[in-house]
């Protein structure tokens, strides 16, 4: 027989349903999840099947896989808990009311992690979808109003630090003063119904761009994102706080970029080479390739712990995809400082999307630009110090 209590909430729900719906006060789709709440409470979907996180109702799943340590917060929300508490630290305020401040940031975190689709937040962590969308922008806002908290230059003192970080990198004592690499990667999106031909980039895909500077360490230093993915390399630097303020790098110090980008005394590239180049410019570009990498493994990081965003179109309209991409950098230099560093596979350092946009003509870079190069290039290949059997070798004699 069917117990008396389960057919009195039956009823009662029913008779609930008949008077919203001729009040026309909800939704369908309110009414279902109406209906949803009396089967669960009366145990219509009670089972000993121990459901998934997609499955589970209220925000026992955040709560829960916080308590729960390391493991289940770099599998869903792609930190460790260090990086997390850190976080919570910057852009923590106080609230006196609504939802715990932890439970904001983890709704947030999910959010990027699951590629910015709301209904898997929604429908993972129990939140209604007006309020998933409430905390994403609350929390989002938050990053970006710290942003120079997360990325900023690098302080005077820390330069000759970084510059000795080129220096082992490219395995040259040469190039020593290095302070920052630079390029360019594409975002996919799904491009706005105006202006669309602009987002469409040569790998015939729709993107916007990411120009960013790291140090020694993998580290932004700089970001500048938003240009479409159809403007070359070079158009968007020169476009950029970075180049148009002149502010970075310091005097006597410079970039290292690859061949989308004009030579200069601030911007180090290497030669645009055919296969019967001279040693020397051969010898120049292995040096400058070991030194400039560092910042293709940040992208690599990038893809790596964003996967959702860095992989696949990103659901966004195209003007929302920038604070993104900018608030994944911010977590980016979070994590590195909290010590949560992912490993980076050689297909993921390889970051596709990463290569220059075509070579600038030797005829654009700038004459001060290439006498530096051409310096440092023969100082690479000139021996350090002339053999011992050689000091009573007439020629040192003549020009001791």
């Given at each position: 027989?069917?117990?008396?209590?389960?057919?009195?909430?039956?009823?009662?729900?029913?008779?609930?349903?008949?008077?919203?719906?001729?009040?026309?006060?909800?939704?369908?789709?309110?009414?279902?999840?109406?209906?949803?709440?009396?089967?669960?409470?009366?145990?219509?979907?009670?089972?000993?099947?121990?459901?998934?996180?997609?499955?589970?109702?209220?925000?026992?799943?955040?709560?829960?896989?916080?308590?729960?340590?390391?493991?289940?917060?770099?599998?869903?929300?792609?930190?460790?808990?260090?990086?997390?508490?850190?976080?919570?630290?910057?852009?923590?305020?106080?609230?006196?009311?609504?939802?715990?401040?932890?439970?904001?940031?983890?709704?947030?975190?999910?959010?990027?992690?699951?590629?910015?689709?709301?209904?898997?937040?929604?429908?993972?962590?129990?939140?209604?979808?007006?309020?998933?969308?409430?905390?994403?922008?609350?929390?989002?806002?938050?990053?970006?109003?710290?942003?120079?908290?997360?990325?900023?230059?690098?302080?005077?003192?820390?330069?000759?630090?970084?510059?000795?970080?080129?220096?082992?990198?490219?395995?040259?004592?040469?190039?020593?003063?290095?302070?920052?690499?630079?390029?360019?990667?594409?975002?996919?999106?799904?491009?706005?119904?105006?202006?669309?031909?602009?987002?469409?980039?040569?790998?015939?895909?729709?993107?916007?761009?990411?120009?960013?500077?790291?140090?020694?360490?993998?580290?932004?230093?700089?970001?500048?994102?938003?240009?479409?993915?159809?403007?070359?390399?070079?158009?968007?630097?020169?476009?950029?706080?970075?180049?148009?303020?002149?502010?970075?790098?310091?005097?006597?110090?410079?970039?290292?970029?690859?061949?989308?980008?004009?030579?200069?005394?601030?911007?180090?590239?290497?030669?645009?080479?055919?296969?019967?180049?001279?040693?020397?410019?051969?010898?120049?570009?292995?040096?400058?390739?070991?030194?400039?990498?560092?910042?293709?493994?940040?992208?690599?990081?990038?893809?790596?712990?964003?996967?959702?965003?860095?992989?696949?179109?990103?659901?966004?309209?195209?003007?929302?995809?920038?604070?993104?991409?900018?608030?994944?950098?911010?977590?980016?230099?979070?994590?590195?400082?909290?010590?949560?560093?992912?490993?980076?596979?050689?297909d993921d350092v390889d970051f596709d999307d990463a290569v220059g946009e075509g070579i600038v003509r030797e005829e654009d870079d700038d004459a001060d630009g290439m006498a530096m190069r051409a310096e440092i290039a023969q100082m690479i290949s000139a021996p350090e110090r002339?053999?011992?059997?050689?000091?009573?070798?007439?020629?040192?004699?003549?020009?001791?």
């Amino acid at each position: 027989m069917v117990p008396r209590q389960f057919v009195r909430a039956l009823l009662q729900a029913l008779v609930n349903l008949i008077i919203i719906a001729n009040r026309q006060i909800v939704s369908r789709r309110q009414r279902q999840r109406y209906l949803l709440q009396y089967a669960t409470r009366i145990g219509v979907y009670h089972d000993e099947v121990n459901r998934g996180p997609y499955c589970r109702l209220g925000t026992d799943f955040l709560l829960t896989t916080l308590r729960d340590g390391d493991f289940g917060l770099r599998k869903d929300f792609r930190v460790t808990r260090r990086s997390f508490v850190r976080l919570q630290h910057i852009i923590q305020k106080d609230k006196h009311h609504g939802w715990q401040a932890e439970v904001e940031i983890l709704a947030f975190l999910f959010w990027i992690a699951s590629g910015c689709c709301y209904r898997v937040v929604m429908r993972s962590c129990g939140i209604p979808l007006v309020t998933v969308c409430d905390i994403v922008h609350r929390q989002l806002n938050a990053v970006l109003e710290n942003l120079k908290k997360f990325i900023h230059h690098p302080q005077p003192e820390e330069y000759p630090v970084i510059a000795q970080g080129f220096a082992n990198l490219s395995g040259t004592r040469i190039i020593r003063s290095a302070i920052g690499a630079v390029d360019g990667a594409h975002i996919r999106i799904l491009p706005p119904s105006q202006f669309k031909q602009d987002y469409h980039n040569r790998k015939n895909q729709y993107s916007i761009q990411l120009q960013a500077v790291c140090n020694h360490e993998g580290v932004f230093t700089d970001i500048f994102t938003g240009f479409p993915g159809s403007v070359h390399d070079a158009r968007v630097y020169r476009n950029s706080p970075l180049c148009r303020d002149g502010l970075f790098p310091p005097q006597d110090y410079y970039l290292l970029g690859d061949s989308a980008y004009p030579g200069s005394r601030s911007m180090l590239t290497p030669y645009k080479m055919p296969e019967d180049a001279l040693p020397i410019n051969r010898r120049f570009n292995t040096h400058h390739s070991k030194a400039r990498s560092v910042v293709e493994r940040a992208f690599g990081q990038l893809k790596v712990r964003w996967r959702s965003i860095f992989t696949k179109d990103v659901e966004l309209r195209s003007k929302s995809v920038p604070q993104v991409i900018s608030a994944c950098c911010a977590m980016h230099n979070l994590c590195h400082a909290s010590g949560d560093i992912l490993d980076v596979e050689d297909d993921d350092v390889d970051f596709d999307d990463a290569v220059g946009e075509g070579i600038v003509r030797e005829e654009d870079d700038d004459a001060d630009g290439m006498a530096m190069r051409a310096e440092i290039a023969q100082m690479i290949s000139a021996p350090e110090r002339y053999p011992d059997h050689l000091d009573d070798h007439m020629y040192f004699q003549i020009n001791v």
